[in-house]
């Protein structure tokens, strides 16, 4: 059973930068793909930012310049670096995995994803 834990949100005023963890168990999966999703009161979740197996990336273009995802494989963790944070960027932030190679119009929809953690909230003022 994979579990993901987030860990790193809080609040921060428009200009200022937070970084979001994602640490999950360990496993044996050499394919696999990790994104990072967010959730605003009364909207629907939508796709931030993607990273494959082999380390390739892409982010929405809401963030694109201002957000960073990366991962360490020796410490099992997934991480959101996100700079010049704006009001528009509050949400819950969602860690979620899938077994699949990261491309196509499927990565980018939440119920594609399998394995998911319980959020960490991040408020911008």
């Known amino acids: 059973h994979v579990q993901l834990v987030e860990s790193g949100g809080g609040s921060v005023q428009a200009g200022g930068s937070l970084r979001l963890s994602c640490a999950r168990s360990?496993?044996?999966?050499?394919?696999?793909?990790m994104g990072w999703f967010r959730q605003a009161p009364g909207k629907e979740r939508e796709w931030v930012a993607g990273?494959?197996?082999?380390?390739?990336?892409s982010y929405a273009d809401s963030v694109k310049g201002r957000f960073t995802i990366s991962k360490d494989n020796a410490k099992n963790t997934l991480y959101l670096q996100m700079n010049s944070l704006k009001p528009e960027d509050t949400a819950m932030y969602y860690c979620?995995?899938?077994?699949?190679?990261?491309?196509?119009?499927?990565?980018?929809?939440?119920?594609?994803?399998?394995?998911w953690g319980q959020g960490t909230q991040v408020t911008v003022s």
């Open positions: 990273i494959d197996s082999d380390g390739s990336t």
């Open positions: 979620a995995a899938d077994l699949r190679r990261f491309g196509g119009s499927w990565s980018l929809r939440p119920p594609s994803y399998k394995y």
């Open positions: 360990t496993w044996k999966y050499s394919t696999y793909c």
